[in-house]
DNA sequence: CTGAAAGCGCTTACAG
DNA sequence: CTGAAAGCGCTTACAG
């Protein structure tokens, strides 16, 4: 039996450059296959013997290796990048949507790309077609209120750009959809005032071209209807989802001779707006009026007294819609729809009324 | 003299491929020239003829043709990548930091991905490495609190991934620096209370783990003592940038038996908790208490009465420190330092203190 | 199950 | 000032 070979430089164990990462080539010198049959395990293909892909993963995890997206992008003729489209919603939900997206996207080898933009300015969706186009993203996420854009959705469907749109609900396939169920977190928000024995109430919604608005608002008042309350028309006032609108809404809504003993707001900032004018006008929240608002943001817990509030739970919203975008097609295909529940949370803002 | 030849498809006016976008190939052979040239122009090399130069670049706009990035991040080693790595900030602060940074990106090819990371977990570092180098970013922007680390910096340095430090004053060469004098915005705060005739002023400051929070509580007490007023340590509490610890702090500093006429809070959300204890002890904000924020966010307008608050001027930070990561290196060298001045928003939450 | 060739759309290094 | 060749690190299409 002949003596072992000393190992010796061969072209098989030459090892890895320093300084510069390992690349598809390497692991297939190291590990003696070709480089396509790298490239198979790095796609999960599964035309690979087992055997040959237990040893290339554990070469390519001794190593280090992972393989450069920016050149897989190139081949793929789509990068490794989920854009996140957005209008201009508070801080703290968007922020909140991003480290959603990302607890999705982590260890995925996907990236997440910004994309603010103005709804407004004529050429906005053009600009989200760029953005797209330019850095061939794998797919983009739509937040509310730019998720309601039927146009937007049009214009990605038609240039082949996967999206998931989230909304209050559905506006579009399952498989694109993350719905909120804004409807049921208002419809907790009036059930708990009216176990709490408020009759007359009042609602200071946002403007009616958000669906997220409409949703609110039909599902306080249907909620209420379905317990034998009939809110008038006279009781729901549209304002622009901003504090000073809020502000404006509750000057009207509190001037009035008889004024409603519980306001349900369609977000936490105009709820803010419920709380100034009540503080000048001598109004005491809770005893003299109840309030509730929408987002459970930072400012409900900073208000006094705590804002009792519908929480979104907008980091599990992120985070399914980014993980709709990177899954494979087959699995998205006939899973049930994608939704996230709101829930109201609690605090100090609301109580019976006075008798 | 022969009619004019009918156009006929030649190699050099085939139209462009109808669905795919053009590429360099295409340019090149519209417009008769080698796919270098194209590249040189693209690369805004001076070494073109300048009627070559125009007349290839006006092809390009009439075609749309954009380079691909990714293309260009495979042939560069380099991906046209930035990134935003910072630890937790307020969503209003990051969101800001976001808006100008891509002020500064926009129309330059470059898009911004967003890194959030936990700076007190032990892998964090690595963390950012293997973000950088998996998809060999352009650069990286580094948001306090992480800017202040300076084994951070010293990580990305020594893979030669360009970076730009926000912070609270130099910790690093010119070049790599945007500066938020933080010690002037306090300074500012100093000098109106001053000016408002308060002598027994107080400080809540940040975890003096915080170059911010330093800054801040040295500027505060400078000015004061540049106008004769010595701050003793024990009006100087420290707290953790957080709302309950404004309260903890408050609730030290305002149940002795003699109070201060002023406090300055090294942040908003602070200064919050210091409204809160104030409303239940009874002490009314202005007219027995002055109080001033650090941050101008939202939620300084939101209480009642309006606060007070150093304004940081984020967005601009963000806008400068986005576009040093994208100028050529010429460019930055030999300038002067970079940096962004705050200054008080005057409010309703200081007045004169009681006699 | 595996591989050799060609190609994705750019740039670098070299030559002229 | 301009260009032909080779290469960046992967994948696709085809063949076996």
Redesign the interface.
């Known amino acids: 039996m002949p003596a072992p070979r000393k190992p010796r430089k061969t072209a098989s164990d030459t090892p890895l450059p320093p300084g510069k990462?390992a690349t598809i080539n390497d692991i297939a010198r190291l590990a003696g296959v070709s480089k396509k049959t790298v490239s198979r395990i790095i796609n999960r293909s599964p035309l690979v013997r087992e055997e040959t892909r237990e040893r290339v993963e554990k070469l390519m995890r001794d190593v280090g290796y992972?393989p450069?997206?920016?050149?897989r992008?190139?081949a793929f003729r789509r990068?490794f990048?989920i854009g996140m489209v957005y209008d201009n919603p508070?801080?703290?939900f968007?922020?909140?949507m991003?480290?959603g997206a990302?607890d999705a996207l982590r260890d995925s080898?996907f990236?997440?790309?910004?994309h603010?933009c103005d709804s407004r300015s004529p050429g906005y969706i053009d600009g989200v077609r760029?953005?797209v186009?330019?850095?061939?993203l794998h797919g983009v996420m739509l937040v509310p209120r730019v998720s309601e854009d039927q146009a937007l959705a049009d214009m990605l469907d038609g240039i082949g750009c996967r999206y998931t749109r989230i909304a209050a609900l559905a506006l579009d396939d399952h498989s694109r959809m993350v719905i909120t169920h804004d409807r049921d977190g208002a419809a907790e928000a009036a059930d708990y005032l009216q176990t709490l024995g408020h009759r007359d109430m009042a609602v200071i919604t946002g403007p009616s071209s958000y669906r997220s608005a409409i949703e609110r608002t039909g599902g306080f008042v249907d909620a209420l209807a379905r317990r034998g309350i009939e809110l008038p028309k006279s009781r729901i006032l549209e304002a622009g989802y901003t504090?000073e609108s809020g502000v404006a809404a509750a000057e009207k809504l509190l001037a009035g001779k008889r004024r409603p003993t519980a306001i349900f707001c369609a977000n936490d900032e105009m709820a803010?707006g419920v709380y100034?004018v009540a503080?000048r006008m001598g109004i005491d929240i809770p005893r003299q009026l109840s309030v509730i608002g929408y987002d459970d943001s930072?400012?409900a817990?900073?208000?006094?007294p705590p804002l009792s509030s519908v929480r979104r739970n907008t980091r599990d919203t992120g985070r399914v819609a980014a993980a709709m975008l990177i899954q494979a097609d087959d699995d998205v295909r006939g899973r049930p729809i994608a939704s996230v529940r709101p829930h109201l949370i609690v605090r100090d803002s609301c109580q019976p009324p006075e008798t």
């Open positions: 990462s992972v450069d997206p920016l050149a992008g190139l990068s990048l508070t801080a703290q968007i922020v909140n991003q480290y990302l080898g990236e997440l790309v910004v603010p760029r953005f186009q330019q850095q061939k504090f803010a100034r503080l930072p400012l817990s900073r208000l006094w």
